[in-house]
C-alpha cells in the first residue's frame, strides 16, 4: 500500500511518509507503526479538475540552500536546514476535491480480512450512494485507476496546513478515517458534496522530487542524506530534532563479547551461588563491576555467562562516543566529581520477594535512583555510568541485590523521567500487509518475532541454559531511536520478579542540556 503511494508521488521506495502517515492515523516510528498493523484499504471518489506541474527541468537548488548544507555532521546544523528547507521538493499538484474512507485494521482485531471488507463496502455505500442514509443520487463505483490517481503522500503537508474534514472511530482493532478535501465541507451528503467541488477545489495530490537527489556533489550530502532518512524513518517532533540526531550514535555492550571467555576454562571464578528450590539447578552470580566511564548508557540487560551459560551477570549499553550536546558539561577536560555508588539496604523486608519459593533466595526490588534534579532547579543531574550485582550472605535464603554507579552532569537538568518494563521490539523487514480481496481468507499464522538478543548463544549447551532461563528474564531493557524523542537516557533501575523470573525495570530519563 505504501509503495502505491510513493509511486504516485513519483518517489522510489516504500518509506511511508507525509499523507499516507495522515491518512491513516500513523504518528509513530516507522516500526512501531508496522508492528502494530495487520492491514490497510481505502475506497472513495477523487474528482481531478486540473493540474499544475513545474516544466523547468533539470531541477536546481538555489545558492542559498546549497550553502546551507552543513560539510559535517552538525546535528544542529542539520536539524535548522531540514526545518527551514523541508525535505522534498513539489513539482505538480492536483487540484479538484475527494472523499474517502480509509481503514487501518490492527494486529489485535480478531476479525477476518471478508469482515473488515464487508465493514468497509457497508460503510462506502451508506455514505456515497446514501442506500441506508436516505442519499438519492446512485454512485458508479471507481476503479483502481481513479483511486491511484489521488495517492499523495508528503511531508510538505502540514506545513501547507490544506484544509480538511476528517471524521474517525474504533470498534473491535479496526479504526476507520473519513477525509474531505475540496468543496463544501458543510454539505450533509455526498452527492451535494459533488456539486460545490469546481467551485472550492482544494489540492488533492502532489508529486516531489527529495532535496537529498538534488545534491550530489555538494560537500555534506552524505550527512544530510542520513538525516532526513533519519527523520522520515523516525518521525520525531521537529522541535526535538537535533536532540534526535545528537543520540544517533553506534552502540554497544559492556562487557563485549570479547571479554568474555566463551571457551573452557581451567579454573572457573569462584561466585556466589542462587538456589530456587530444593533440587533445582544453581545459578552463579558475578559480582563484576560493569563501568563505561562518559559514555551515556541507554540500556540494560540481564545475562547469562559462562560456558554452562549458568553464571548470572548484568551488562550496560552505551553509546560509543559523546553527543556534541554533551560534550560541554561531560568532555573529559570537565570536572564532574567522583561517581557516587548507590544500593537499597539488604534486609529491608519491604523489598524482599522470593524468585519461587520462600526459603530460598529472594530478590531485592527496591528501586535505585539518585534525587532527580528537575528543570528550573539548581544542581545537576546524575546519570548511570555502571553497576553490579551483589548476594548477601544468608545461606539458601540469600539476597541478590543491583547496585548503580552514578555520575554528575553538571549544569544539566531533568526534564522527564519514566520507568520501563517494555522490552526493546525486534528489527522487522517489509512494511504493512494489505487486505486480500479474495473468496476464500486464510488465516496464516505470524511468524514468530525476530530477536537480535545475545545474552545466550544458541549454539551453546542446551539442556542447562533452558533450566535457568526459567529463571532468568534475559530481555534487553533499552530505548533508542524508535522510542520517542530518541535521546533517553538510564537514571535508575530495579530488580524485579516477573512470573517467576528475575527481570529488570529500568528508568529513562530526557535532559534539558
Known amino acids: 500500500m505504501c509503495g502505491r503511494f510513493n509511486q504516485a508521488a513519483a518517489i522510489d521506495g516504500k518509506m511511508p511518509l507525509g499523507l499516507f502517515n495522515n491518512m491513516f492515523s500513523f504518528h509513530g516510528p516507522w516500526q512501531t507503526d508496522q508492528n502494530a498493523t495487520k492491514a490497510l484499504a481505502l475506497d472513495g471518489w477523487f474528482v481531478k479538475l486540473y493540474n499544475l506541474q513545474l516544466t523547468r527541468t533539470p531541477l536546481n537548488l538555489r545558492d542559498e540552500i546549497r550553502k546551507a548544507i552543513p560539510a559535517s555532521w552538525e546535528p544542529k546544523a542539520l536539524a535548522s536546514f531540514i526545518e527551514k528547507y523541508g525535505t522534498h521538493i513539489i513539482t505538480s499538484l492536483q487540484v479538484g476535491g475527494k472523499d474517502v474512507i480509509y481503514v487501518k485494521q490492527l494486529q489485535n482485531s480478531p476479525c477476518s480480512n471478508v469482515e473488515v471488507l464487508k465493514r468497509m463496502e457497508t460503510m462506502a455505500?451508506?455514505?456515497?450512494?446514501?442506500?441506508?442514509g436516505g442519499y438519492s443520487t446512485p454512485r458508479e463505483r471507481p476503479g483502481k485507476d481513479k483511486i491511484m490517481d489521488a495517492f499523495s503522500p508528503t511531508s510538505t503537508a502540514a506545513r501547507l496546513k490544506l484544509p480538511t474534514?476528517?471524521?474517525?472511530?474504533?470498534?473491535?482493532?479496526?479504526?476507520?478515517?473519513?477525509?474531505?478535501?475540496?468543496?463544501?465541507?458543510?454539505?450533509?451528503?455526498?452527492?451535494?458534496?459533488?456539486?460545490?467541488?469546481?467551485?472550492?477545489?482544494?489540492?488533492?495530490?502532489?508529486?516531489f522530487v527529495?532535496?537529498?537527489?538534488?545534491?550530489?556533489g555538494i560537500p555534506g550530502n552524505g550527512y544530510l542524506s542520513h538525516a532526513v532518512n533519519l527523520y522520515m524513518r523516525y518521525k520525531p517532533p521537529i522541535e526535538e530534532l537535533q536532540n534526535f540526531l545528537e543520540f544517533q550514535l553506534p552502540t554497544q555492550w559492556s562487557p563485549s563479547l570479547a571479554e568474555l571467555a566463551l571457551g573452557p576454562r581451567r579454573k572457573e571464578p569462584v561466585c556466589p551461588v542462587m538456589q530456587f528450590s530444593l533440587m533445582g539447578p544453581k545459578l552463579y552470580v558475578s559480582t563484576n563491576q560493569v563501568l563505561v566511564g562518559r559514555r551515556p548508557v541507554t540500556g540494560l540487560r540481564l545475562y547469562l555467562e559462562g560456558v554452562k551459560c549458568n553464571r548470572l551477570a548484568i551488562h550496560l549499553q552505551h553509546l560509543t562516543t559523546l553527543p556534541r550536546i554533551l560534550q560541554p558539561h561531560w568532555d573529559t577536560h570537565v570536572s564532574i566529581g567522583k561517581p557516587v555508588w548507590?544500593?537499597?539496604?539488604e534486609h529491608d523486608a519491604r523489598w524482599l520477594e522470593p524468585v519461587q519459593w520462600k526459603g530460598f533466595s529472594h530478590l531485592n526490588t527496591a528501586a535505585i535512583e539518585f534525587n532527580e534534579t528537575w528543570f528550573g532547579e539548581q544542581n545537576d543531574a546524575h546519570i548511570v555510568t555502571g553497576a553490579q550485582l551483589q548476594l548477601s550472605d544468608g545461606g539458601m535464603k540469600n539476597v541478590l541485590c543491583l547496585k548503580l554507579q552514578f555520575s554528575r552532569v553538571p549544569k544539566c537538568s531533568i526534564r522527564r523521567s519514566v520507568w520501563d518494563n517494555t522490552p526493546a521490539i525486534s528489527q522487522k523487514s517489509g512494511l504493512f500487509s494489505q487486505l486480500g480481496f479474495s473468496g476464500k481468507q486464510q488465516q496464516q499464522k505470524a511468524p514468530p518475532p525476530f530477536n537480535p538478543n545475545s545474552a545466550v548463544c544458541n549454539k551453546g549447551p542446551k539442556a542447562q541454559p533452558l533450566k535457568l532461563l526459567k529463571f532468568v528474564d534475559i530481555t534487553e531493557m533499552k530505548k533508542g531511536p524508535q522510542d520517542m524523542p530518541g535521546h533517553w537516557l538510564v537514571t535508575g533501575a530495579k530488580l524485579d520478579v516477573d512470573g517467576g523470573k528475575i527481570s529488570l525495570r529500568v528508568k529513562y530519563s530526557l535532559l534539558h542540556y
Not at 125 to 132: L, P
Not at 210 to 216: D, T
Not at 342 to 345: S, T
Request: hydrophobic letters at 30%; a negative charge.
Open 165 to 207: 474534514s476528517s471524521t474517525s472511530y474504533s470498534k473491535e482493532g479496526i479504526e476507520i478515517y473519513q477525509w474531505r478535501r475540496g468543496g463544501n465541507d458543510m454539505m450533509d451528503s455526498h452527492h451535494r458534496w459533488l456539486a460545490t467541488v469546481p467551485e472550492t477545489p482544494d489540492v488533492i495530490a502532489m508529486t
Open 342 to 345: 548507590k544500593a537499597p539496604e
Open 210 to 216: 527529495p532535496i537529498s537527489s538534488l545534491i550530489s
Open 125 to 132: 455505500e451508506r455514505r456515497f450512494t446514501g442506500q441506508s
